[in-house]
């Protein structure tokens, strides 16, 4: 059974950074894409960043530049630095990984971005 576990949520100030990890432990054998999504209050969830097992990173636009995602193959886990947070940024962060054609999430994060 694949198991992921979101960890770093918290309270920032705006213009603050966060880093989120997760790790992702079971039959984790040769992971392919994993990644971020988040969801806000009264919003559905929407997909954030990803990154491929070599290494190609995609990201939503609005978070491009501020958001880098990176992920260690070796230990099944994957991050995301968040930089220059501001209140649109307040969500519930949910990981995801990729494996045997299933997607597999953890329990979501709380970030809050205060003014």
């Known amino acids: 059974q694949v198991q992921v576990v979101e960890s770093g949520g918290g309270l920032v100030q705006a213009g603050g950074s966060r880093r989120l990890s997760c790790a992702v432990s079971g039959s984790t054998f040769s992971l392919n894409s994993m990644g971020w999504y988040r969801q806000a209050p009264g919003k559905q969830r929407e997909w954030v960043a990803s990154?491929?097992?070599?290494?190609?990173?995609n990201y939503l636009g609005s978070v491009k530049g501020r958001f880098t995602i990176s992920r260690d193959n070796a230990k099944s886990t994957v991050d995301l630095q968040m930089n220059s947070l501001d209140a649109e940024d307040t969500a519930v962060y949910y990981c995801?990984?990729?494996?045997?054609?299933?997607?597999?999430w953890g329990q979501g994060t709380q970030v809050t971005v205060s003014p």
């Open positions: 995801f990984a990729d494996w045997d054609y299933v997607r597999y």
């Open positions: 990154i491929g097992r070599g290494g190609t990173t």
